[in-house]
């Protein structure tokens, strides 16, 4: 689990896929959004797999 916090207000999460999925489902209710996101493809089984988002 990694999550930096980046100069011009960038975050950079990398974690388990389940993580990042909970995390970008509160998005909408702050200031911020979603930037790029890598690893929550759908149909994929693997939760234990990790993802990427990165949210500005």
Avoid: N, T
Wanted: proline letters at 5%; a positive charge; glycine letters at 8%.
């Amino acid at each position: 689990m990694d999550r930096i916090l980046r100069p011009k207000g960038l975050v950079i999460i990398h974690d388990k896929r389940s993580v990042v999925v909970s995390i970008k489902k509160f998005l909408p209710a702050l200031p911020w959004q979603a930037v790029a996101i890598s690893g929550i493809e759908q149909g994929s089984d693997q939760s234990e797999d990790g993802a990427v988002l990165i949210i500005h």
